[in-house]
């Protein structure tokens, strides 16, 4: 891309906020916020609404056009950190806790394709040892003119929206 002399802008986003989404039937049924890595690791995540922000403005503007961009939220996170958010959200107590990669291979046979289990399943195994703790929300501010949400901002609005549905 960068060599085919086209403008462009690279957008990095870390984890995305709403992967829990697919957590949370047993998060609210049990309790437990499973992970196939430690849970006590920092996770840089961003909010998709913010990602979209950026994403608006890197494209209705010039001043980005040859840059990349890492983005992140206010804060990186264990996930231990955001069950005990959701804990406080939800009025009940919420824990992680870390499932074993082929438990988590086992469970999602079949529902998503073999190789993004093996790419899923290196990405984890790096999550393991390392977490996901970089970036600088500085970049996401100085996209959006604010700062980007926390992950607290995100669930208080998520845990609000299923109360409602």
């Keep these: 891309m960068i ?3 086209l403008p462009y802008t690279i ?3 870390a984890m995305y906020m709403q992967n829990i989404a697919l957590e949370w039937a047993r998060i609210e049924a049990e309790g437990v916020y499973e992970r196939p890595y430690r849970t006590d690791l920092s996770m840089a995540m961003i909010d998709l609404a913010d990602l979209a ?3 608006a403005t890197v494209l209705t503007s010039t001043r980005y056009v040859g840059g990349a961009y890492e983005l992140v939220g206010r804060e990186p996170l264990s996930h231990a950190g955001m069950a005990k958010i959701l804990s406080g959200l939800m009025g009940k107590p919420v824990r992680a806790a870390r499932c074993a990669p082929a438990e988590w291979r086992r469970q999602n046979a079949g529902r998503v394709p073999d190789d993004y289990l093996l790419i899923y399943g290196a990405m ?3 999550y393991d040892r390392f977490g ?3 970036g600088n929300p500085a970049v996401a501010s100085m996209i959006l ?3 980007p949400a926390s992950f607290e901002d995100f669930a208080r609005r998520f845990v609000a929206e299923r109360k409602a549905s």
Aim: aromatic share 0%; net charge negative; proline share 11%.
């Design 3 to 5: 060599e085919s002399g």
């Design 11 to 13: 957008l990095q986003p």
């Design 53 to 55: 922000d950026a994403a």
């Design 124 to 126: 984890c195994r790096h």
């Design 132 to 134: 996901l703790p970089g």
């Design 145 to 147: 003119g604010r700062e």
